[in-house]
Nanobody, 120 residues
Framework: VQLQACGGGLVQAGGSLRLSCAAS????????MGWFRQAPGKEREFVAA????????YYADSVKGRVIISRDNAKNTVYLQMNSLKTEDTAIYYC??????????????WGQGTKLTVSS
């Protein structure tokens, strides 16, 4: 499975942004999808995940209430809508796919990352 994330950029604090991740090379609807992020000097951390069916989602406490993960299995794409952005959301965001793993970092497939910078 190949994953291509996009949508990052420079946004002011309080603003919104939607990240997208397009998948190819596999049956997208069979994979749980996750978003992770890595800030400068920090370890990669979990942000949000969605089950293969789209029927269940899970969020890190740091983004709960500000972020929505969704997927369109017809378009082989997963989205991360980010609202009320904070400077601490600045990071490189990665999408990931796995048939089993949901919230742990041990996803099998990873995209290349898209950079989000939130300015104050």
């Amino acid at each position: 499975v190949q994953l291509q994330a996009c949508g990052g950029g420079l946004v002011q604090a309080g603003g919104s942004l939607r990240l997208s991740c397009a998948a190819s090379g596999g049956t997208f609807s069979r994979y749980n999808m996750g978003w992770f992020r890595q800030a400068p000097g920090k370890e990669r951390e979990f942000v949000a995940a969605i089950r293969w069916s789209g029927g269940s989602t899970y969020y890190a406490d740091s983004v709960k209430g500000r972020v929505i993960i969704s997927r369109d299995n017809a378009k082989n794409t997963v989205y991360l809508q980010m609202n009320s952005l904070k400077t601490e959301d600045t990071a490189i965001y990665y999408c990931a796919a796995d048939r089993v793993v949901y919230t742990r970092i041990s996803y099998e497939y990873w995209g290349q990352g898209t950079k989000l910078t939130v300015s104050s």
